[in-house]
């Protein structure tokens, strides 16, 4: 008897196992590659990878003058802020995609 017993349950339990640690394994890879870039003011800009992590500032030299300080520092946050959130709603986005969505009486946990 065919159906969702026994070992047809054990082996399509195996074959999503291993498609989920593959996908997982590709968003791993594409977070750690991708890059996402934000400006402040037009004077500093920051880039964070998929994982929300700071990689790069880079302030215009017009923004480093003594009084301009204050400024500059509110844009880096400004700007890193936001490129933590573009990287932020990728990773959500992917991490949505490796839960099963149309498996009876499996709820999607996102």
């Not at 400004?78 to 498996?103: F, H, W, Y």
């Amino acid at each position: 008897m065919g159906g969702l017993g026994g070992p047809n349950l054990a082996k399509m339990m195996e074959q999503m196992q291993k498609k989920l640690v593959e996908d997982a394994q590709k968003m791993q890879e594409t977070l750690d590659t991708s890059r996402f870039e934000a400006s402040a003011g037009g004077a500093v800009k920051a880039t964070v990878n998929g994982h929300g992590e700071l990689i790069a500032i880079v302030i215009s030299p017009d923004a480093l003058e003594p009084s301009a300080a204050e400024d500059v520092q509110d844009m880096i946050i400004s700007a890193v802020n936001e490129a933590q959130g573009k990287a932020s709603e990728v990773r959500e986005t992917e991490q949505k995609k490796l839960m099963p969505a149309n498996i009876p009486g499996l709820p999607g946990l996102f």
